[in-house]
């Protein structure tokens, strides 16, 4: 039989500490979006009379049907070509054994410490070039190369922890080596696909600079830029502010809880789906 301990004691302290300390800036964002604008009270004050037109008005007034549209299409777009890419060049890289895969690996690390904000200038006369500015195919593109470098790097730790039984077996049975990563290796790859998935998902969702760089004049806007345009120069809108806010965590939070369990594997590196 277990004891209570003053050391389990101490331990129950730290975590509700830190479950206050991550809950309370969504406890604001919950209390503010559901406040009335004529309610001036400390945004730490619990709202009484609580309101759901600061939903309504900030859907009409920031157009954000048509920016969870575009912030949906360029998510699954981009993440879906980053994952697709990234475990096609993380297989041979982690399989082979020659001196070019080294090199190879090292070059692709490379986009992990080169700053993509240098590149912006040239990154934007390209997709002006292109005839790509303000649409979302320009964030696409940008976003299926910046996120490869970082997605190869899960993918070929965790094939390198992978064994080989599986995908030898395949082969000796006649399986070719595309077959093999396919209907083998692949599927073992779940937990960190995953976790990728997530990971991804959320950089490229929450990102504000990019979409503003490339879309900028356009009718075109994802969730972060038509949040942002309920801040003005002189007068700003909080209420609607955090009700947008609230809008616009619900689909990644949704996707988040779908696949908790295959994250959690992804990030302890178990292979148990």
Do not use: H
């Not at 080989?164 to 077996?169: G, L, M, S």
């Not at 490229?204 to 830029?225: C, E, H, I, K, R």
């Amino acid at each position: 039989m277990n004891r209570y301990r003053r050391r389990t004691f101490g331990l129950e302290l730290v975590m509700i500490a830190v479950a206050l300390v991550v809950g309370f800036p969504l406890y604001v964002l919950v209390n503010l979006a559901v406040r009335a604008p004529s309610d001036n009270s400390s945004p730490l004050r619990p709202t009484t009379s609580p309101t759901l037109d600061n939903f309504t008005q900030a859907w009409q007034q920031g157009g954000l049907g048509g920016a969870l549209a575009n912030s949906v299409l360029v998510t699954a777009c981009s993440v879906f070509i980053v994952l697709a890419v990234s475990a096609f060049a993380a297989y041979p890289l982690a399989r082979a054994t020659a001196r070019w895969s080294r090199g190879m690996f090292l070059l692709i690390m490379l986009g992990l410490v080169v700053p993509f904000q240098l590149a912006s200038l040239p990154l934007y006369q390209t997709m002006r070039d292109l005839g790509l500015l303000g649409t979302p195919w320009a964030l696409i593109l940008f976003y299926s190369g910046l996120q490869v470098p970082f997605t190869t790097f899960l993918y070929v730790g965790f094939l390198r922890a992978l064994p080989r039984d599986f995908e030898e077996a395949a082969l000796i049975d006649g399986c070719t080596p595309l077959k093999g990563f396919l209907y083998v290796v692949f599927p073992m790859l779940r937990p960190i696909t995953v976790t990728a998935l997530v990971l991804n998902a959320v950089a490229v969702w929450n990102d504000f600079f990019t979409p503003l760089l490339y879309l900028s004049g356009s009718a075109q806007q994802t969730m972060p830029v038509a949040i942002a345009g309920f801040v003005g120069q002189y007068v700003t809108d909080w209420n609607l502010v955090f009700a947008a806010l609230a809008i616009s965590i619900v689909p990644i939070l949704a996707v988040y809880f779908a696949l908790q369990r295959s994250i959690i594997n992804g990030f302890a590196g178990g292979l148990k789906g």
